[in-house]
Nanobody, 115 residues
Framework: QVHLVESGGGLVQPGGSLLLSCASS????????MGWYRQAPGKQRDLVAS???????SYADSVKGRFTISRDGEQKMLYLQMTELKPEDTAVYYC?????????WGQGTQVTVSS
């Protein structure tokens, strides 16, 4: 069974930084890809960043240069380092993992960027 648990969200000032973590119950290299999504109230869940099993990363235009996705296979962890945070980054952030056509999701962690 696959379980993903996010942590690291919180309240941060504009321009600040947060590190989000996603702990996986299984070897993360069993996933074809992993990623971070976010969902603000009244909006759909959007892909923020992803990384393939081979290490190829991709970012939404809105976060390029500010967010970095990374992983630690030994610790079975996925990370999202967020810097230069803006109020529009406020959302619930979700960890996602894919195995062929199967999707797995964490419970989400709230990120609020406000002064």
């Amino acid at each position: 069974q696959v379980h993903l648990v996010e942590s690291g969200g919180g309240l941060v000032q504009p321009g600040g930084s947060l590190l989000l973590s996603c702990a996986s119950s299984v070897n993360i290299f069993e996933f074809n890809s992993m990623g971070w999504y976010r969902q603000a109230p009244g909006k759909q869940r959007d892909l923020v960043a992803s990384i393939t099993i081979g290490g190829t990363t991709s970012y939404a235009d809105s976060v390029k240069g500010r967010f970095t996705i990374s992983r630690d296979g030994e610790q079975k962890m996925l990370y999202l380092q967020m810097t230069e945070l803006k109020p529009e980054d406020t959302a619930v952030y979700y960890c996602n993992a894919k195995i062929v056509r199967n999707d797995y999701w964490g419970q989400g962690t709230q990120v609020t960027v406000s002064s």
